[in-house]
């Protein structure tokens, strides 16, 4: 039973609303999951419609003699061919290898996981790719505000259910959670996490923490 | 009038032999639509008729990757103008990341390929289902996808209390997906 983001997040996401973080956690839910591949295409088919149901306007034969007249500078492209996967990063789907740069590094983080910060100069959203080995977990924490969580390899299991690849989750989590990597794989758990504000730890030693959460430099 | 089998065969001449006939086809049917697509997203005229200038071009550009198994020809004119806006919004002082590599272009490897198939008649089967919808059920739907507003962006606009419009749009999407979903299976 795979975990689809909710239908109005892949409307939004279809309809160009979401800010870049959002987009990008929605884009490789999509790239991974043929669910929701199929209903983003599908809103899209309603987007095609609507634009083909547009009343029609005069056509703009200026703009048209504009357009033309660049089109001999301008060559028909050939169809993209995939992006070459980064040496250990082959679980990357195509949407994140232009948010990776040429080489990414594991960071090794206070609670015993890595990640590697993603970052969106024109978005306030936090993201985050992070690693778990198998049988570990994250800090316990809840948010302040949304997050929404794409697993990209391996799968973790909290209060709320196990999510494999191509899983979406989307918090607030109401109450405090604590995801935990699957051993089952006997791979690690890899997932991009965009968080709206800054996670609030509530373990016994969390909260000394967070000043430094909220600074970003956990 | 351009069906949807003619606006295909049209990107396709472009492809094929660079086509300029067809382009200036295309160009008059869809090209005054982006704009005024993008307008109700909240442009200015000077603003929607730069953007779809580019997206326009785009289509020219990118013919080769269009794939009439896919999507029809509304629907990824639809995707080429809605990426362009996103451009546009987002452009900073990075150069920014093409956003129609992965929104449109990828696709999951396990996806089923006789799905595909059906692309046209399910751009068709959705184009007459807008045809039946109630007037609150396709102004909330041309808000959400004319106007890059979020959900709730649109219960503000319309003094609506977010449950509703998720409503309104659940319902309406809902039939439409309803019918699609049957038409998959058989």
New interface residues.
């Given amino acids: 039973m795979s975990h689809l983001a909710p239908?109005?997040l892949l409307?939004?996401y279809?309809?160009?609303?979401?800010p870049?973080g959002p987009?990008l956690a929605v884009?490789l839910h999509?790239?991974?999951?043929?669910v929701a591949?199929?209903?983003v295409?599908?809103?899209?088919?309603?987007?095609?419609?609507?634009?083909?149901?547009?009343?029609?306007?005069?056509?703009?034969e200026f703009?048209?003699q504009?357009?033309?007249a660049?089109?001999d500078s301008?060559?028909?492209?050939?169809?993209?061919v995939?992006p070459k996967a980064i040496p250990g990063f082959e679980w990357a789907?195509?949407?994140l290898l232009?948010?990776l740069g040429s080489a990414p590094r594991w960071r090794k983080q206070l609670g015993g996981f890595e990640s590697i910060p993603v970052r969106l100069?024109?978005d306030t959203h936090r993201v985050e790719i992070l690693r778990l080995m198998p049988g570990r977990g994250l800090p316990q924490h809840h948010h302040n505000g949304l997050e929404y969580t794409t697993v990209m390899h391996g799968g973790f299991t909290d209060s709320t259910g196990s999510y494999g690849v191509?899983d979406f989750a989307i918090g607030p989590g109401a109450q405090d959670h604590e995801p935990i990597a699957d051993v089952d794989d006997g791979v690690p758990c890899i997932a991009m996490i965009v968080l709206e504000q800054p996670i609030v730890l509530t373990g016994p030693w969390g909260r000394w923490f967070n000043p430094l959460v909220k600074r970003g430099w956990l | 009038m351009l069906t949807a089998d003619e606006a295909a065969d049209l990107i396709q001449a472009i492809a094929a032999r660079q086509d300029k006939a067809a382009f200036a086809t295309l160009f008059r049917h869809y090209g005054p639509r982006v704009k005024a697509f993008l307008m109700r997203g909240g442009s200015d005229s000077e603003t929607a008729q730069e953007v779809a200038q580019e997206a326009m071009i785009m289509v020219w550009r990118k013919a080769a990757s269009f794939d009439r198994t896919r999507a029809a020809a509304a629907t990824w004119i639809y995707t080429i103008a809605r990426n362009k806006r996103i451009d546009h919004l987002r452009r900073t002082g990075r150069p920014p990341i093409e956003t129609e590599d992965w929104l449109t272009v990828f696709s999951p490897e396990e996806e089923d390929a006789d799905k595909s198939v059906l692309a046209g008649q399910t751009y068709t089967r959705v184009k007459e289902l807008l045809g039946g919808l109630s007037a609150d059920q396709l102004v909330v739907i041309q808000k959400a996808f004319f106007e890059d507003k979020t959900h709730t962006a649109i219960a503000e606009e319309l003094k609506l209390p977010l449950g509703t419009v998720k409503s309104r749009i659940r319902l309406a999407l809902g039939r439409l997906r309803d019918v699609l979903e049957k038409e998959q299976e058989e």
């Fill in positions: 239908e109005e409307l939004d279809a309809a160009g609303a979401l870049e987009a884009a999509v790239a991974l999951n043929p591949w199929r209903t295409q599908d809103f899209q088919a309603v987007g095609g419609a609507l634009l083909d149901s547009e009343p029609a306007p005069a056509p703009d703009a048209l504009r357009a033309l660049t089109l301008t060559p028909v492209e050939a169809p993209p995939p789907p195509a949407p232009p948010y100069p024109g191509g």
